[in-house]
C-alpha cells in the first residue's frame, strides 16, 4: 500500500503561483506513474498533469499546458506541480496520484488507471 500525502493548498490572487508537492511512502515515485487530477464544485474529477516512471514523458490537459509543470524528486521521494499564471478556473480540490502498472514511458489520463490517490488539497483562485 502507498501513501500519497500532498502539501497544503492556499488561496492566491489570479496570475500567481502554487506549489504542491506528493509525498510518498512505501514505495518509491521511481517505480511508479504519477499524476495530479482536480475537482471543483459540481464538476467531474479530471487530469491535469502525469508523468511517467521514468520521467521522460509528460502529459497535460490542455487547460493547464504551458502554466503547470508535473515533477518528480526521487531523492526526497516526492512529486510536485508548478502552478503558475493562475486562474479562478483553476479554483478545485487538487489530487495526487500513482499508479503501478504500465511501461516506464506510459501516462495515464484516466483516473481508473491508478492505484493510489493523496486526500486532496484545496486550492482557490481569486479575480
Known amino acids: 500500500q502507498v501513501l500519497l500525502v500532498e502539501s497544503e493548498g492556499g488561496s492566491v490572487q489570479a496570475g500567481g503561483s502554487l506549489r504542491l508537492s506528493c509525498a510518498a511512502s512505501?514505495?518509491?515515485?521511481?517505480?511508479?506513474?504519477m499524476a495530479w487530477f482536480r475537482q471543483a464544485p459540481g464538476k467531474e474529477r479530471e487530469f491535469v498533469a502525469g508523468?511517467?516512471?521514468?520521467?521522460?514523458?509528460?502529459s497535460y490537459a490542455d487547460s493547464v499546458k504551458d502554466r503547470f509543470t508535473i515533477s518528480r524528486d526521487n531523492a526526497k521521494n516526492t512529486a510536485y506541480l508548478q502552478m503558475n499564471s493562475l486562474r479562478p478556473e483553476d479554483t478545485a480540490v487538487y489530487f495526487c496520484?500513482?499508479?503501478?502498472?504500465?511501461?516506464?514511458?506510459?501516462?495515464?489520463?484516466?483516473?481508473?488507471?491508478?492505484?493510489?490517490w493523496g486526500r486532496g488539497t484545496q486550492v482557490t483562485v481569486s479575480s
Open positions: 496520484a500513482a499508479g503501478v502498472s504500465g511501461t516506464d514511458y506510459y501516462v495515464s489520463y484516466d483516473s481508473d488507471y491508478y492505484d493510489y
Open positions: 512505501r514505495r518509491t515515485v521511481s517505480t511508479l506513474r
Open positions: 508523468l511517467s516512471k521514468n520521467s521522460y514523458k509528460t
